[in-house]
């Protein structure tokens, strides 16, 4: 069942000691150098001192492969406000500013609720963001031998897309469950695409390895510092297109994106909550929580493909960690709920990752939100066709509007006709029946039937229910096993 995790997630930072920020965002800094901004900076951590993003090529005393030197658990790398700023900046005209609209849903979830249509990016995801700034942010070497990351989707697309349109060559290696649609793409894009690694984790061996042998800066999709800048514009966005929102509910994955919104928008105004939002499935921003640090959590087949990340990134999480307000966890059944209402009631086509924040909404794990107006970035539409019929399929059913049952009717003439007048006498409507005679225990001039039907909502559905247990003696009704 989904669940409420832990507010302020016993994170020990007081976000009143945020300074509030009041120039626009056109006084922005251009890579790093504002000490104006500088001035308005969120007290991160208050320990170590924050590095200065760099672009050089900074290799470690760590010479194992699978080490990123961008992203160093012992000395991680906490974002500020005028890294997303000189991001803001340096991707302007490159990556959509995407609406951020009321939505129909707002008397439905009773609150007032904004989506931030990231889906609406060329590729389909706000990955654009962070891989545009962390492109153009490279020294002219690194652009000659470009960049290589390891994606199963949307990360790859926008490094493919970008490096593309900025003339670098981008190297992506895509396991190999990867969706075809996705690995033509990339290649369409003018990617190196390298199908290899039977998971994300082996994909990410592979081009850890590769980017050492061949002098390619690795770009980790959640964790590295011009990632988690880029990610943030998002953040500055919003507070521009709802400046009074109450609340922003995030998508958490590897947390790179919940990393830079939180420090955009905490350092606009310390009040915004900021809430996020992980698949039960893999919940591993609030796994590292819970011990302070980036922790190994086995992640399992969701819905919300795009959030399964095992760890989350070093950088993210020290940036995000102090900053966010709750995190909370959500089950599949309202992932796919989610999915279904975004098409229906905004006629946007949302995958599972993009639609978690609404999931939560609509599950009430945050019922302290109602009457707040409250932002949820839809920040992918990249969903398969076969997997967006079987979301459809499964949030019909969350929503009461597709059910089945198992009963056990008379053999005799009439029996069924019997068994369809009740139906039709209420409404239902009949979309898939099968009969059963040889595994029947019952007398036999007894039939078993299992029933699939279109319902209007719950209620109708339990009207169904009572006319079934009325009239006949054994009736199965919803998820018990036929
Ligand atoms: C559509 C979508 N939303 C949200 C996220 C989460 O982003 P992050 O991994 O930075 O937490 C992802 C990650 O891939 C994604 O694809």
């Not at 921003?285 to 070093?314: H, I, R």
């Amino acid at each position: 069942m989904a669940k409420f995790v832990g507010e302020r997630n016993g994170v020990d930072v007081k976000h009143e000691s945020l300074l509030k920020v009041t120039e626009p965002h056109d006084s922005l800094a251009v890579n790093g150098h504002s000490s104006k901004m500088a001035a308005s900076q969120p007290a991160l951590k208050g320990k170590e001192p924050v590095k200065e993003l760099t672009n050089g090529i900074k290799t470690t005393s760590n010479s194992e492969d699978s080490k990123d030197p961008f992203c160093d658990p012992d000395n991680p790398t906490v974002i500020r406000f005028q890294d997303i700023g000189a991001a803001a900046y340096n991707i302007r005209g490159g990556v959509e500013i995407t609406p951020c609209s009321r939505s129909h849903m707002s008397a439905l979830t009773g609150m007032e609720i904004y989506f931030k249509k990231d889906f609406m990016q060329y590729t389909g995801s706000f990955k654009e963001r962070g891989a545009r700034y962390v492109l153009k942010m490279l020294t002219p070497e690194q652009r000659e031998h470009g960049v290589i990351a390891a994606s199963a989707g949307n990360h790859a697309l926008a490094l493919a897309y970008h490096g593309n349109s900025l003339k670098i060559l981008v190297t992506v290696v895509m396991p190999l469950i990867a969706p075809m649609m996705k690995i033509q793409l990339c290649k369409q894009y003018g990617a190196n695409v390298i199908v290899k690694g039977k998971d994300l984790s082996e994909s990410k061996a592979i081009a850890m390895r590769m980017a050492k042998e061949k002098g390619l800066m690795y770009v980790n999709g959640y964790d590295h510092p011009h990632i988690l800048a880029g990610q943030g514009t998002m953040g500055l966005e919003i507070m521009d297109q709802v400046p009074d929102a109450d609340a922003v509910v995030v998508p958490v994955g590897g947390a790179g994106l919940i990393a830079g919104i939180a420090v955009a928008v905490k350092s606009i105004n310390s009040s915004v909550k900021v809430y996020g939002v992980e698949s039960e499935r893999c919940a591993s921003f609030s796994a590292a929580l819970k011990v302070g640090k980036p922790v190994f959590t086995a992640a399992q087949p969701t819905l919300a493909d795009g959030l399964a990340v095992p760890v989350v990134g070093v950088n993210a999480f020290a940036t995000a960690a102090p900053l966010v307000d709750k995190t909370l966890v959500v089950n599949e059944e309202f992932i796919a709920l989610a999915i279904l209402r975004l098409i229906e009631m905004e006629k946007a086509v949302v995958e599972g990752a993009g639609a978690i924040g609404l999931a939560a909404v609509l599950a009430n794990l945050a019922p302290e939100l109602k009457g707040k107006k409250v932002v949820i970035p839809l920040c992918g539409g990249n969903i398969d066709t076969s997997i967006l019929g079987r979301c459809l399929e499964r949030g019909l059913v969350a929503d009461g509007r597709l059910c089945r049952f198992l009963v056990t009717i008379s053999d005799r003439p009439g029996g069924i006709a019997d068994l369809t007048k009740r139906l039709a006498g209420i409404g239902v409507s009949i979309k898939e029946l099968a009969q059963d005679r040889a595994w029947l225990k019952a007398d036999v001039f007894s039939v078993q039937v299992k029933c699939v039907c279109e319902t209007r909502d719950e209620e109708h559905c339990k009207e169904l229910a009572t006319l079934l247990n009325e009239n006949y003696s054994s009736v199965y009704f919803g998820s018990v096993m036929f």
